[in-house]
């Protein structure tokens, strides 16, 4: 199994350019998460989909942040614009849900994102 | 704020020593998980707890929970220079429905184990 995995590692762009992640969950979890971590903020929740509905994204900063989940299989997360107080690392995580008292969540090795 | 809080906010030893970070927590919830994350990665889950469990054991760590003090602690038995990293606590929330998924994390402890 390659785990969870996300892409791009590492995205360096200028302020107002539109940014996207994109994240592959392991095959056969049927919940994602993306999560946001800063210095300031630690690991901040900002929305999750359970087969492939978003269940809460109260966690989303602001409009310019977007996300989908097509499928089961590819989630992407957009910010447009990008403004420098977006710079962090972004992480997608999955799990299955078999007991719900379990949520034990399997992390990608997130997406630092760098705005100028 | 967080709904978990650890301290201490960093924690240097040497290897052979133990090493015991806590957690603090503000509501009700149905279970406590810590977490490792060694620097550049990602997070990997080291162990659950459950609100009606008070400790629990997995290889050298051993995890405490009191409920009604809403904290938890993580030991580390006989540390390794390979156990540096920053460790989470998280907490999920009492609810039903969906909220499974509304882990919140604390701003974690740094651990630095001196070889």
């Known amino acids: 199994d390659a785990g969870v995995i996300q892409s791009p590692r590492h995205e360096v762009t200028e302020m107002g350019q539109e940014v996207t992640l994109r994240c592959k969950p392991i095959s056969g979890h049927n919940s994602l998460f993306w999560y946001r971590q800063t210095m300031m903020r630690g690991l901040e929740l900002l929305i999750y989909?359970?087969?492939?509905?978003?269940?809460?994204d109260s966690g989303m900063p602001e409009d310019r942040f977007s996300a989908k989940m097509p499928n089961a299989s590819f989630s992407t997360l957009k910010i447009q614009p990008s403004e420098p107080r977006d710079s962090a690392v972004y992480f997608c995580a999955s799990l299955i849900v078999r007991n719900p008292g379990a949520n034990v969540l399997t992390f990608g090795a997130g997406s630092r994102l760098t705005v100028l | 704020s967080q709904q978990g809080e650890e301290d201490p906010q960093a924690l240097s030893i040497q290897e052979g020593e133990n090493a015991t970070m806590n957690c603090s927590y503000k509501?009700?919830?149905?279970?406590l998980q810590w977490y490792r994350q060694n620097s550049g990665r990602g997070l990997v889950h080291l162990i659950l707890?459950?609100?009606?469990?008070r400790e629990k054991h997995s290889g050298r760590l051993r995890v405490t929970l009191d409920t009604s003090k809403k904290s938890s602690s993580l030991l580390i038995t006989a540390s390794r220079a390979a156990d540096t990293a920053s460790y989470f606590c998280?907490?999920?929330?009492?609810?039903?429905?969906?909220?499974?998924?509304?882990?919140?994390f604390g701003q974690g402890t740094i651990l630095t184990v001196h070889p």
């Open positions: 707890i459950r609100s009606n469990e």
């Open positions: 989909f359970n087969n492939n509905v978003p269940i809460d």
């Open positions: 998280a907490t999920r929330p009492n609810a039903g429905g969906t909220s499974y998924g509304k882990l919140t």
């Open positions: 509501t009700s919830i149905n279970n």
